[in-house]
């Protein structure tokens, strides 16, 4: 063996550390993501105003909204009330408060309005929807 050169061992890990294929990594997905969003913060206007001039059925419009609506809590059910409030105070009696006293009282103390309702499901409870519960 001659000065300078490297012993010839038969390592298993030696060809691995060459021949690896970056592209099945999770990290270089995450890495490739970042890249795009950094190019598109840094040229965002110029992007926008492609999108706008290209594709103008894709920019958001100026609107209003204007429904003359009071309060959420003044246009639920009595039921959903009922389910509200004993919902917070089971979540209390664990020590979480999920909303300030003002609305639990407002909730209490509510003047429903009987000519407006909100349609639907007033939360995120999947058994409430009546079209998910009769499916089962």
Known sequence: MAQGEAPNADHIFYQATYDVDRSS????????????YALYLVFQSYFHMIVHKYFPQLTIKEFNVDEHMGYYQNYLIQEDVNWILKEEDNMRMYGMWTKNENL???LRNRKRDATK????????????????????
């Open 104 to 106: 639990m009282k407002s």
């Open 117 to 136: 309702k909100l349609k639907g499901v007033h939360t995120y409870d999947l058994l409430k929807n009546p079209k998910y519960s009769s499916s089962f």
């Open 25 to 36: 990594d999770p990290a270089y997905m995450l890495l490739l993501c970042f890249f795009g």
